[in-house]
């Protein structure tokens, strides 16, 4: 299995606009943090897990040439705007529909924001095409399976990813934009070679886990690797990579994971 960090950044990217701090002008590549996105392939599947307004840039920056089939966490604009993007795969697919699954609120999101892409085809060639579909609990592919769970976002939950790969038995767990990790979810993630946590930053928030809430959840969860993401321009990177607890990292734009 490979993963691929397009991006890991909050909703207002890092460097931030009308900002001169230190990590904003940092010349660390690993502090330029485009909206936070995952591509999973998984024995040649591949899934896009959200797409960032710079998802384009990030396809062609990261290599992401081809996809299966996507899914969406949220309907948040830092995670859906750039889903009109995903129109090249449809051409690259021969202008068949793409699979979106996503909860409830992530589908009604989908059909406000993009009512013409609601088709089976593309109306014509170069246009988006979805067919939408409420993520269960277990997708069941040749190549491996996906579980899904829900985490607490403030007034909305987002869907907590599980992948495991037929051919290899390794797990992996994506739990971004959460305030928390049910008991659920964290049975879930037991086993994972690599869990990935919201860390937004060292101070509390309402909807998101601060680093030392996402510590926490790491060390509870036991994963092999933890890597934290959707990191503000509080976080530098090689400030906070050596305050960290053995076993837990700093997630980065075009990181990759091979598990």
């Known amino acids: 299995m490979e993963v691929i960090f397009l991006g890991t ?5 890092v460097p931030m606009i009308a900002c001169r701090c230190d990590i904003c002008t940092s010349t660390d590549a690993r502090n ?8 999973v392939v998984m024995d040649g599947l591949r899934v896009q897990v959200d797409a960032a307004p710079e998802f384009r840039l990030q396809c062609l920056r990261h290599g992401v040439d081809r996809l299966d089939l996507f899914i969406l966490t949220h309907g948040h604009a830092d995670h859906i705007t750039g ?5 090249r795969f449809c051409d690259l697919r021969g202008g068949s529909a793409l699979s979106i699954y996503a909860t409830d609120e992530g589908m009604s999101r989908v059909l406000a924001v993009y009512p ?3 088709l089976d085809r593309p109306i014509v060639q170069g246009y988006p095409a979805f067919k939408l579909f409420k993520m269960p609990a277990v997708l069941q592919f040749p190549q491996g399976t996906i579980r899904s769970t829900l985490l607490p976002h403030g007034g909305i939950d987002t869907l907590g990813l599980v992948f495991e790969e037929r051919s290899t038995g390794r797990k992996f767990a994506y739990y971004s934009d959460c305030k928390g990790v049910p008991p659920e979810a964290m049975a ?3 086993g994972a070679a690599a869990v990935v946590l919201d860390g937004l930053r060292p101070e509390s928030h309402p909807t998101h886990m601060s ?3 996402a510590c926490a959840a790491a060390q509870e969860i036991g994963a092999q690797a933890s890597y934290l993401t959707h990191l503000t321009h509080a976080i530098d990177h090689a400030t906070w990579s050596a305050r960290l607890p053995t076993g837990v990292h700093l997630a980065y734009d075009g990181l990759r994971l091979r598990l």
Do not use: F, K
């Open 9 to 13: 950044g909050t909703s207002q990217g």
């Open 32 to 39: 330029q943090r485009t909206r936070a996105s995952i591509h």
């Open 83 to 87: 889903m009109d993007d995903l129109r």
């Open 116 to 118: 013409y892409a609601i």
């Open 188 to 190: 879930l993630a037991r």
């Open 211 to 213: 680093i030392d809430e």
